[in-house]
């Protein structure tokens, strides 16, 4: 069997992460990206309760943690 090498380089293999086609077209996640991170159970736990109380998806609340920790230092380092 030859060994035929990929013509995608490293740029195009990032590029394209997160564009499997298994997820369908879903509108919500056009020109997004996916962050992800490991928590402890009880990290989760309180992220879950958080939700329930104040009738947020989990998505939006860590958006919004990762909007809130991101923007002072840009607004810093733009000035």
Known sequence: MKNT???HNLKDTLNSIGQNKSYGNVSSRSGKRMVATYVTVDMHKKIKIYAAKHDMSLQDILYNAI???ISPVSTKNES
Do not use: I, P, Q, R
């Open 67 to 69: 909007d809130c920790y």
């Open 5 to 7: 090498k990929s013509k």
